[in-house]
Protein backbone atom coordinates (compact mmCIF):
# COMPACT_ATOMS: atom_id res chain seq x y z
CA UNK A 1 0.00 0.00 0.00
CA UNK A 2 2.74 2.48 0.15
CA UNK A 3 2.37 3.50 -3.38
CA UNK A 4 -0.50 5.33 -1.81
CA UNK A 5 2.08 8.07 -0.34
CA UNK A 6 1.66 11.15 -2.41
CA UNK A 7 -1.84 10.33 -4.27
CA UNK A 8 -4.19 12.66 -4.59
CA UNK A 9 -7.29 11.55 -3.44
CA UNK A 10 -10.97 13.24 -3.29
CA UNK A 11 -13.35 13.38 0.02
CA UNK A 12 -16.37 11.72 -0.44
CA UNK A 13 -18.03 11.74 3.10
CA UNK A 14 -18.31 14.82 5.56
CA UNK A 15 -18.34 18.66 5.47
CA UNK A 16 -15.10 18.49 3.31
CA UNK A 17 -16.79 16.26 0.67
CA UNK A 18 -15.58 17.07 -2.83
CA UNK A 19 -12.28 18.52 -1.37
CA UNK A 20 -9.19 17.19 -2.88
CA UNK A 21 -6.24 16.13 -0.81
CA UNK A 22 -2.78 13.68 -0.35
CA UNK A 23 -2.16 10.79 0.96
CA UNK A 24 0.81 11.37 3.65
CA UNK A 25 0.88 8.33 4.86
CA UNK A 26 -0.96 4.55 5.03
CA UNK A 27 -1.46 3.60 8.48
CA UNK A 28 -3.35 -0.05 7.89
CA UNK A 29 -4.92 -1.21 5.26
CA UNK A 30 -8.41 0.82 6.11
CA UNK A 31 -7.02 3.81 7.57
CA UNK A 32 -5.02 6.68 5.39
CA UNK A 33 -3.31 9.97 6.88
CA UNK A 34 -4.13 13.24 4.86
CA UNK A 35 -3.43 16.58 4.55
CA UNK A 36 -4.93 19.14 2.06
CA UNK A 37 -2.85 20.77 3.34
CA UNK A 38 -5.11 23.20 5.21
CA UNK A 39 -3.43 26.52 4.21
CA UNK A 40 -4.11 25.41 0.67
CA UNK A 41 -7.69 24.18 0.18
CA UNK A 42 -9.16 24.19 4.27
CA UNK A 43 -8.34 20.20 4.25
CA UNK A 44 -6.62 19.58 7.82
CA UNK A 45 -4.46 16.42 8.67
CA UNK A 46 -6.92 13.72 10.13
CA UNK A 47 -7.03 10.10 9.31
CA UNK A 48 -9.92 8.56 7.15
CA UNK A 49 -10.99 5.29 5.90
CA UNK A 50 -10.27 4.37 2.78
CA UNK A 51 -13.95 4.06 1.87
CA UNK A 52 -14.29 7.73 2.33
CA UNK A 53 -11.98 8.96 -0.56
CA UNK A 54 -11.59 8.45 -4.33
CA UNK A 55 -8.71 7.92 -5.30
CA UNK A 56 -7.55 10.10 -8.40
CA UNK A 57 -4.59 9.06 -11.54
CA UNK A 58 -2.58 12.01 -9.74
CA UNK A 59 -0.23 11.84 -7.53
CA UNK A 60 2.75 14.09 -5.80
CA UNK A 61 6.32 12.63 -4.92
CA UNK A 62 6.43 13.00 -0.99
CA UNK A 63 8.49 11.21 1.90
CA UNK A 64 6.01 9.02 4.00
CA UNK A 65 4.46 11.76 6.74
CA UNK A 66 5.97 14.11 5.14
CA UNK A 67 5.13 17.73 6.73
CA UNK A 68 2.31 19.93 5.21
CA UNK A 69 4.91 22.52 4.61
CA UNK A 70 6.70 19.54 1.82
CA UNK A 71 3.07 18.27 0.73
CA UNK A 72 2.60 21.92 -0.47
CA UNK A 73 5.98 22.49 -1.77
CA UNK A 74 5.25 19.53 -3.76
CA UNK A 75 2.19 20.27 -5.18
CA UNK A 76 3.74 23.75 -6.30
CA UNK A 77 6.53 22.07 -8.13
CA UNK A 78 3.94 20.10 -10.26
CA UNK A 79 1.65 22.77 -10.70
CA UNK A 80 -1.40 21.40 -9.39
CA UNK A 81 -2.19 24.35 -6.72
CA UNK A 82 -5.25 25.27 -8.95
CA UNK A 83 -6.25 21.46 -9.47
CA UNK A 84 -6.22 21.16 -5.59
CA UNK A 85 -8.78 24.05 -4.82
CA UNK A 86 -11.17 23.16 -7.15
CA UNK A 87 -13.80 21.30 -5.81
CA UNK A 88 -15.77 18.44 -7.00
CA UNK A 89 -19.60 18.39 -7.05
CA UNK A 90 -21.09 15.74 -4.70
CA UNK A 91 -22.33 12.45 -6.77
CA UNK A 92 -18.77 10.04 -6.56
CA UNK A 93 -20.00 7.63 -5.23
Same mark, same amino acid.
Given at each position: ????? @? $??? !? +?K?? $?? &?? =????? !? %??? /??? #???? #?????? /? @?? =????? /?? *?? !?????? *?? +??? +??A *? %?????? &????? /?? *??Y? +???? #???? =?
Open positions: MHQHI @G $RIV !V +KVG $RE &AG =RKCVV !V %DVI /NER #TLLI #TGPKSL /N @GV =RRRNV /NV *SH !VVFTPK *SI +KIE +KS *S %DEEVLR &AIEME /NL *SDM +KERI #TPGL =R
